[in-house]
Antibody, heavy 119, light 109 residues
Framework: QVQLVESGGGLVKPGGSLSLSCAGS????????MIWIRQAPGKGLEWVSS????????FYKESVKGRFTISRDNAKQSLYLQMNSLRAEDTAVYYCARLNMAYYYGMDVWGQGTTVTVS | QSALTQPRSVSGSPGQSVTISCTET?????????VSWYQQHPGKAPKLMIY???KWPSGVPDRFSGSKFGNTASLTISGLQAEDEADYYC?????????FGGGTKLTVL
């Protein structure tokens, strides 16, 4: 079935780095824009970064520019988020999701989330 | 950069209807397009409920409906059921950036 599975979360000290992965299956990964969204404990959803289907164009939330890098490997059906210079405020559950043009950029498939704790 | 404002909480009894509003506050009028709504149960990933203001993805019951007038989008849930109790987020996609509302907690009394 269509699914996304994140991995790579964990506990890291402020200033440290972490790399998240998101593996897609059951669909043609290269057909879709992909997105990272996070949710701090007890807070709402927050867009972090998105990437076009080819991987050529990337977009970032202002507060993570220069620290986070989104990338993808369509041959491996995988999305990545390299997070450097981590701060306490980056602590959150990180979700990857598929942006579906047929749904006018609605995010119709989500992973289960991976928890990042910066402390 | 736009911001989307939602009420923090709404409530209703089983069988009733509730409406959750989502108002764009920005000087960039006209960029409030591609509105979608997400339902999130505690500890779960969000689920797409409405896209393009008022359309349903497959599998979403038509008890959920969306609309938009001016800078305010709304999600209406008719015939409330216990399983509708969740957090609901509006979302706007514009110029390759995504903005979420702060979320509304729906309580089914």
């Amino acid at each position: 079935q269509v699914q996304l599975v994140e991995s790579g979360g964990g506990l890291v000290k402020p200033g440290g780095s972490l790399s998240l992965s998101c593996a897609g299956s059951g669909f043609i990964f290269s057909d879709y824009y992909m997105i990272w969204i996070r949710q701090a404990p007890g807070k709402g959803l927050e867009w972090v970064s998105s990437i076009t289907s080819s991987g050529w164009t990337k977009f970032y939330k202002e507060s993570v520019k220069g620290r986070f890098t989104i990338s993808r490997d369509n041959a491996k059906q995988s999305l990545y988020l390299q997070m450097n210079s981590l701060r306490a405020e980056d602590t959150a559950v990180y979700y990857c999701a598929r942006l579906n043009m047929a749904y006018y950029y609605g995010m119709d498939v989500w992973g289960q989330g991976t928890t990042v704790t910066v402390s | 950069q736009s911001a989307l404002t939602q009420p923090r909480s709404v409530s209703g009894s089983p069988g009733q209807s509730v409406t959750i509003s989502c108002t764009e506050t920005s000087s960039d009028v006209g960029g409030y397009n591609y509105v979608s709504w997400y339902q999130q149960h505690p500890g779960k990933a969000p689920k797409l409920m409405i896209y393009d203001v008022s359309k349903w993805p497959s599998g979403v019951p038509d008890r959920f409906s969306g609309s938009k007038f001016g800078n305010t989008a709304s999600l209406t849930i008719s015939g409330l059921q216990a399983e509708d109790e969740a957090d609901y987020y509006c979302c706007s996609y514009s110029d390759s950036h995504v903005v979420f509302g702060g979320g509304t907690k729906l309580t089914v009394l």
